[in-house]
Structure formats: structure tokens, C-alpha cells
């Protein structure tokens, strides 16, 4: 058959010969409703050198776009910036069909590349800045640990002024468009900032450290390529001072209302919260997690001051869609929030309190008292949710930057 898929030039030197997975819905637990894309890129140097693979069911596709080029034989140098399977999962079967002199990862990687797939192919370990020679071009790796796996690596073309940036830089969304210029400025915000709410939030104090690391290496960036997403060609400094913003996670007056409910109790004491920190001049986002997906929760808490959180009381516990978007919330280690909890319950009532404990564990101030209610919420407990958001209003107001 006939090979159908093209590479795509960035540089004169540099081919994107990844792939488009149209179908993806789900990335380990972020929603990914637009699917995505895996990034490989080839370096036509002396010594032809590929930067990472794609997702095993897609490598038909990368080899395919490779061959628009070159025959893949021609390939000497394969270089692994991440060992997450999206990237690594057909590097095996593509060792054995391109039959590399050498393949090249991080220390770490080399040992996570070997836990993955127990074969028995040679991987170099780089080190943080070592350089390998391509002929008539240069690369220089960069250890970037846990941005976001203990083993990932930034790789950089001196040549082009050209950064492989694996998962850094990144966003999940399935489009033929392959630089980041050509889509709309707001859906490149959006896009970028879920994905890094929802992959890279934990790490946001290495990522401050990794980006005056890179400064300081005075390397010279006029492209970024990461591994998922547009490539970014034009205003760099757009996509570098957002992350540096993200990682700050400087509060705003800004505050989401997550709850979920069963007999709209919980529900009214949400709207009452959310009715009060509205007039007090606060933006507002209010979410039921009987509709929505916890990482657009994440997405709205990135730039966020305050963190309020309502549950009915099941079993003693907090209910099942609660638990689910607080486990996740507490995983992704947000900084610089205050909060309060909410609830009703039939009998026993230990929903708020669970949900304090769970606050209390991420680290979110907790600066206005509980409201718990037996059964339905009448006037007087409404005025105190009233109450609660102008305490969280007039607090936040305080903290915030804007």
C-alpha cells in the first residue's frame, strides 16, 4: 500500500512526523475532548537523528511520514525526551525496523524505558548538558526531572534555535493546523492552561526552576516543539510567560463553588455562596459535579483565590462524585487558596466534615465556618451560606492580585 501520511517542515533541517489520534477521550483521568496529537520530529543533520516516537498503535503513521522524506533505514540516532508510553510505546518495533546505531535517553529514562518493555536494546544514558554531535549540527540535552516524569529531558538544535520540549509547552488537541500561530490566541490559552492544570500543576515550583535554568544557559529559543500540540514558531515569549504565570499560581479574586447533590439541598446552599461572592465583586465559577468532568474543575481553580466545596451526606461519607474530584484536586497539590466546606444530610452528617479534613490536607485556608443542615435548607440557612461567601469574598479580596 502506498504511504498516504506527509511530514510536515518546520525548519529547513527539522521535519514534525508524528501523529493525530482524532478519537482519544481520556488521558489518565484529564478529559481530552478535542483528542490530540504525539510529536516525533526528524533532524536532517549528517546524522540523520529522530526525537522521540509515537503512541504503539500510530507508528504505522510516523513511518509513513518519515518515508515522505527518507527511507527510515537512513536514520542513525534515535533520541527518547520521555519514556511515557505516548512517546515511547513503539520504540522497541521501531529499534528493530530502523535498526539505529544508537538511541539516546536520559539517565533515568534509560532505566524506566528498560521497566517498561524488558527488552534487550542498548539505550545511551546523556547526562544534563552533554552534547552530541550530528555531523553538521549539534544537539544538547537538559535534564528536566519531573516535568513531568522523574526521566524526561528538554533537547535543543543549535543550529535552528530549536527546543524539544517534550512534554512542556504542551496541550492536547487533534488538528492538521501544526504550529501554534495558526489558531486562535484564545483557544491556545485554554488548551494550553488545562493541560497544564491537569498535567504539569504539581510540579510548578521545578517549572520555575527549570525556566531560569534554561535562561541561564543563555540558550537562544526561537522554536518550541513539544511532544502534544501546535509548535510554537512566533511570540515565544507568550507561551514562556504564561507557564511562568501557572506555576506562580498568584491568587485571584476568583472563587469555584464545587459541590454535587442529590435532592437539591446542597444545591441551594451552592447558589446561595456563589449569589453572595458574585455581589461582592468576585468572579465565579459554580460546578456540580453531577455535570461536570473534575479537570475542567482544575482548569477554573488554576488561576482561582478560593476553593468551596459542598457535599450531602451518603454513608457516612461524602458522595462518590465528590470523592472523586477532591482525590484529584489533592493529587495535583494547588497552592495559595483559601476555601470553606457545605452540606446537607438526612441523619448522620459527617459529609463537611470530611470535606474540612480534605481541605485541610491540600493546604487550602480555611477561613469561614462550615454550614451543615439536616434535611432542606431554609431562610436561615441560606443567609448563612450568604454569609459564608461574603466572609470568603471579603478574604479573598484581601489576598488577591486583581
Known amino acids: 500500500m502506498k504511504d498516504i501520511y506527509s511530514a510536515i517542515k518546520v525548519t529547513d533541517n527539522v521535519y514534525w ?22 510529536n516525533a520530529y526528524l533532524v536532517m543533520a549528517d546524522d540523520i537523528t529522530l526525537i522521540d516516537t509515537v503512541k504503539a498503535p500510530f507508528m504505522d503513521e510516523m513511518l509513513s511520514r518519515i ?5 527510515p533505514s537512513k536514520i542513525k540516532y534515535i533520541v527518547s525526551n520521555h519514556s511515557e508510553m505516548d512517546h515511547s510505546g513503539c520504540l522497541p518495533e521501531v529499534i ?16 524506566t524505558l528498560k521497566e517498561l518493555f524488558h527488552d534487550k536494546h542498548e539505550i545511551i544514558p546523556v547526562k544534563d548538558g552533554e552534547t552530541l554531535s550530528l555531523g553538521n549540527m549539534e544537539l544538547t540535552f537538559m535534564e528536566t526531572r519531573m516535568i513531568h516524569w522523574p526521566d524526561s529531558m528538554f533537547t535543543y538544535l ?25 489558531i486562535p490566541a484564545a ?3 485554554y488548551e494550553g492552561a488545562t493541560y497544564y492544570a491537569n498535567i504539569v500543576l504539581p510540579y510548578s515550583a521545578i517549572v520555575l526552576k527549570t525556566l531560569e535554568k ?14 502534544h500540540g501546535p509548535i510554537w514558531r512566533k511570540d515565544i515569549g507568550w507561551i514562556i510567560d504564561l507557564y511562568k504565570k501557572w506555576a506562580l499560581q498568584k491568587p485571584t479574586a476568583k472563587a469555584v463553588v464545587v459541590y454535587a447533590a442529590m435532592w437539591r439541598s446542597t444545591e441551594k446552599m451552592a447558589r446561595a455562596i456563589s449569589e453572595a461572592l458574585a455581589q461582592a465583586g468576585v468572579k465565579v ?9 473534575r479537570s475542567e474543575v482544575v482548569y477554573e481553580l488554576l488561576d482561582a483565590g478560593a476553593l468551596i466545596v459542598g457535599s450531602p451526606t451518603l454513608n457516612n461519607n461524602i458522595l462518590p462524585q465528590m470523592a472523586d474530584v477532591m482525590t484529584y484536586l489533592k493529587g495535583l497539590k494547588p497552592v495559595n487558596k483559601i476555601g470553606a466546606a457545605f452540606g446537607s444530610y438526612g441523619w448522620s452528617g459527617e459529609s463537611v466534615k470530611h470535606l474540612e479534613a480534605i481541605l485541610k490536607e491540600m493546604k487550602v485556608d480555611v477561613v469561614a465556618e462550615s454550614v451543615a443542615v439536616k434535611n432542606n435548607p ?14 470568603i469574598a471579603a478574604e479573598l479580596q484581601k489576598r488577591s492580585i486583581s
Open 17 to 38: 512526523v508524528g501523529a493525530i489520534d482524532w478519537t482519544i477521550r481520556d488521558f489518565h483521568g484529564y478529559t481530552t475532548p478535542h483528542g490530540s496529537t504525539y
Open 67 to 71: 518515508k515522505s522524506v527518507i527511507e
Open 96 to 111: 528493530d525496523f530502523i535498526k539505529p546505531q544508537k538511541v539516546f535517553a536520559s539517565t533515568v529514562g534509560v532505566k
Open 158 to 182: 543549535t543550529k535552528d534555535e530549536l527546543l524539544f520540549s517534550q512534554d512542556a509547552f504542551g496541550m492536547h488537541r487533534a488538528t492538521f493546523e501544526r504550529f501554534a500561530d495558526e
Open 187 to 189: 483557544t491556545l490559552e
Open 214 to 227: 534554561v535562561a541561564a544557559a543563555g540558550l537562544k529559543i526561537k522554536i518550541i516543539a513539544p511532544d
Open 285 to 293: 465559577r459554580l460546578m456540580s459535579m453531577n455535570e461536570v468532568h
Open 378 to 391: 431554609g431562610i436561615d440557612v441560606l443567609e448563612k451560606c450568604h454569609e459564608l461567601g461574603k466572609t
